[in-house]
């Protein structure tokens, strides 16, 4: 059959050059991956790195965590030393001394009335007036030197009359007293010279005369010498 067609059939080199060039098309494909897994590691190597610089940032410790505690004295525990604190001993008050020298009991309304001549009331039927017997314990505090020197322990019980019709203030030595006589009537005219002059018409006031009495006990001297001296 001279005019059938002849079927063509590659060369014999044919299928080797179709194998080469799968075969290096498989090749190249495989080496184009190689830069794509290489960029993807480096990416995620960059940001575990991003990742973790700040987590390290955020957890690590201050420094000051496990550092004492100086309650707020921080400057004064960097700087130099502060210096020793001076301790200073208290001053005997001259009240505390007054009273280790005489002992005031507390003050009493002997009377109240009209007049001095009047009968009227005592004890707590009488308003109280209160200036005069802190000024009459006052006065007996400040002459504790003008009390009797008897060399043993002794009372004095001053009474003080007050007269708003006369505006006269008297100090003298009450009978109930241990101590009487001339160094009694002494010891009432050093605190009658110590009393201030009252305003009159500013004391609010039921009655017209007033005696109030406060009974003081000088203990007995010490070996120390003269109690006055303390004063001077």
């Known amino acids: 059959m001279a005019g059938s067609p002849r079927p063509s059939f590659p060369a014999p ?13 498989g090749s190249g494909g495989g080496g184009g991956d190689r830069p794509l897994r290489a ?5 995620l190597v960059v940001g575990l790195v991003l990742l973790a610089v700040p987590l390290y940032l955020w957890r690590r410790p201050s420094g000051t965590e496990n550092a004492p505690t100086d309650g ?9 030393s502060a210096a020793p604190t001076i301790q200073r001993l208290p001053v005997p ?6 009273d280790e020298l005489v002992r005031l009991d507390t003050p009493q309304r002997v ?12 004890g707590t039927l009488c308003d109280r007036l209160e200036v005069f017997e802190k000024a009459l314990s006052k ?8 009390a009797p020197k008897t060399g043993k322990e002794g009372n004095l019980n001053y009474v003080l009359s007050v007269d708003f019709n006369a505006k006269r203030l008297h100090v003298f030595p009450g009978a109930s007293g241990m101590w009487k006589g001339p160094q009694a009537r002494k010891a009432a005219a050093c605190v009658t010279k110590s009393l201030p002059k009252p305003e009159w018409d500013k004391i609010k006031h039921q009655y017209r005369f007033y005696m109030i009495a ?3 006990t000088y203990p007995a001297p010490t070996s120390t010498g003269n109690p006055s001296q303390l004063f001077e």
Request: charged letters at 20%; a neutral charge; proline letters at 4%.
């Open 139 to 146: 006065a007996i505090r400040e002459n504790v030197d003008c």
């Open 93 to 98: 008050d001259a009240g505390a001394l007054v």
């Open 111 to 122: 009377k109240c009335a009209a007049s001095s001549r009047s009968r009227g009331q005592e």
């Open 13 to 25: 080199s044919e299928p080797s050059l179709r194998r080469l060039g799968v075969g290096g098309g």
């Open 214 to 216: 406060i009974s003081a």
């Open 39 to 43: 960029q993807l590691v480096v990416a």
């Open 72 to 80: 707020g004295n921080g400057d004064a525990a960097s700087g130099p």
